[in-house]
């Protein structure tokens, strides 16, 4: 591995990042879903025990979380990702503010049709949501296919989470249809799930962390078989979509997912030890709990599958406090060197000045705690540790920001004047 870790050399093209607005605006809205979820989970903390997962407040501040905490950020991310991985042309600024507006009015549409038992409101805003994510998935799988990049396990894992985002709101508007009895209801929420986790979060997941892990430790990925967890996680999503004619598939299931995370686990583990980077990233330590919680998911899913989605929401959002702690400093980096009109890679040497060294710590030990809180809540069937933790959830993003904001003015300062002298 030290062999080939001093070879690393950026594969991106950052003179294709879009404007910052499209980014900007998902990942607001991001952060306002999840203090959205920290006060229903603070208010209403008995939704998360049992018997009470399959209430209309309980759906509401699940897809608050999914549709938009998550897939939120997740379209926030490949706006700037796709262009600068795959050197194509960025999305316009009125393309991605539309997209924002369409999904964001569905999701809204969406969660008040939940919430007031309306009809009409719940399958409308369905069908605007499968629209912007149908408009998305053109636009991306454009950009993919006029690429001149080589075709490689990143490339087909970005289409099978495009593929799978589909899948799933073609088996949740089904269901949607059903539920405002417009036809026949259909029972499809394991293959919902299974979509929406596995092929949408999880591989997508695993396909930014190709690109992100050996640009944190300035080491290169192909020499740890970054196709293996890959095919691993695909096997398991096929056999889960099977498991509804085959029940005992569960523990193969169980046993190839577990595998997974423990595959990406020695990853991390040998990137992070034999960085080249002049300091190590403490980045990597919420990269690694995310998936120590994903795997505690894995071997939960033999016994308790309500624990199973709670592990999969609270590592998916450990990942992306952890991620964006990288992302946001470099994506305002980038704005500032367009502005005082530098060459656009001296973005990486200002985003090192802007990266807290702290700020991933911060976020892992939240991270820990919510987890912690959440897990003991669960398994003792009791509301005050669930109650405890909304209300650290509530203000995560406060400090996030904060803490990120800080850093950024502090540093601004620094390039300015050096910039004037």
């Known amino acids: ?87 194509v042309v960025s999305a316009s600024p009125s393309f991605m503010i539309a997209h924002f507006l369409v999904y964001g009015v569905g999701l809204l549409l969406f969660l008040l049709g939940f919430s007031a038992h309306h009809a009409m409101l719940l399958p409308f805003g369905a069908l605007l949501m499968a ?36 899948l799933t709101w073609i088996f949740g508007l ?113 990269v690694a709990l995310g998936w120590l919680l994903w795997l505690m998911a894995a071997i939960e899913l033999l016994y308790d599958p309500s624990l199973t989605i709670a592990l999969l929401v609270l590592g998916a959002t450990t990942f992306v406090f952890t991620y964006q702690s990288r992302i946001v400093p470099f994506l305002l980096s980038l704005v500032m060197v367009r502005q005082i009109r530098h060459k656009e890679f001296s973005a990486f040497f200002m985003a090192q000045r802007f990266n807290s060294h702290l700020l991933p710590i911060i976020n892992a030990s939240l991270a820990f705690v919510i987890s912690a809180l959440i897990v003991w809540g669960m398994m003792q069937q009791i509301r005050e540790p669930i109650a405890i933790a909304g209300i650290v959830i509530v203000f995560w993003p406060l400090i996030h920001v904060a803490l990120m904001g800080y850093q950024i003015i502090v540093q601004r300062g620094f390039f300015l004047s050096r910039h004037r002298a």
Request: hydrophobic fraction near 55%; glycine fraction near 4%; aromatic fraction near 12%.
């Open 1 to 87: 591995m030290k062999k080939h870790a001093g070879e690393y050399k950026p594969t991106i093209n950052i003179r294709q990042s879009p404007h910052l607005i499209g980014p900007a605006l998902f990942f607001v809205a991001a952060w306002l879903s999840i203090c959205a979820v920290g006060l229903s989970l603070w208010l209403r903390p008995s939704q998360l025990l049992e018997n009470a997962l399959t209430t209309n407040f309980t759906i509401v501040t699940v897809h608050m979380l999914t549709l938009g905490f998550l897939t939120m950020t997740m379209f926030g991310v490949l706006y700037q990702w796709l262009p600068v991985v795959f050197d």
């Open 131 to 166: 629209l912007s994510i149908v408009i998305f998935t053109i636009f991306a799988l454009n950009r993919i296919m006029s690429s001149t990049r080589p075709w490689d396990e990143l490339t087909w894992t970005v289409c099978i989470a495009l593929f799978s985002i589909n």
């Open 174 to 286: 089904a269901m949607v249809l059903g539920l405002s009895g417009l036809t026949s209801y259909l029972h499809l929420l394991p293959e919902h799930l299974n979509a929406a986790w596995v092929g949408w979060i999880i591989m997508l997941v695993l396909a930014v962390q190709i690109k992100l892990l050996p640009m944190f430790s300035l080491a290169k990925m192909h020499t740890l078989r970054p196709w293996l967890p890959i095919v691993l996680a695909l096997t398991g999503w096929i056999l889960q979509f099977a498991r509804r004619w085959i029940p005992t598939l569960a523990l193969p299931i169980t046993l190839i997912w577990t595998l997974t995370a423990l595959v990406v686990l020695w990853q991390i583990y040998s990137l992070s030890k034999h960085h080249q980077s002049p300091k190590w990233d403490t980045v990597f330590i919420g």
